[in-house]
Nanobody, 123 residues
């Protein structure tokens, strides 16, 4: 089992920045690829970014490329999502997710989920 706990959400204005954190625990979490997803009210959950524990590859949705940066700290068992130049359309509940099989861009590709942290961007 892998446990994931997100933090760092909040209410900000357009153009502001936020940094989300996700702390992982469990026996096998280092074999997983870690991802961030988000779900806006009334919409489906969508991929935001992903990073494996074992190499420096990163993956982003087109909508956040150039504005968001995913990173990890192996010593702290944490991943982060630095979000810059936030827009109202970034408003959503942001979830941390983990997958042992190699990840992907769909929620169904991930086996473990945190409870989410709310990000609200006012115009």
């Amino acid at each position: 089992q892998v446990q994931l706990v997100e933090s760092g959400g909040g209410l900000v204005q357009t153009g502001d920045s936020l940094r989300l954190s996700c702390v992982a625990s469990g026996r096998t979490y280092r074999r997983h690829i870690m991802g961030w997803f988000r779900q806006a009210s009334g919409k489906e959950r969508e991929f935001v970014a992903a990073v494996p524990w074992t190499n420096d590859a990163t993956y982003y949705a087109d909508s956040v490329k150039g504005r968001f940066t995913i990173s990890r700290d192996n010593a702290k068992a944490a991943i982060y999502l630095e979000m810059n130049n936030l827009k109202p359309e970034d408003t959503a509940l942001y979830y941390c997710a983990a997958d042992e099989k190699g990840g992907g861009y769909l929620p169904s590709d991930y086996d473990y989920w945190g409870r989410g942290t709310q990000v609200t961007v006012s115009s």
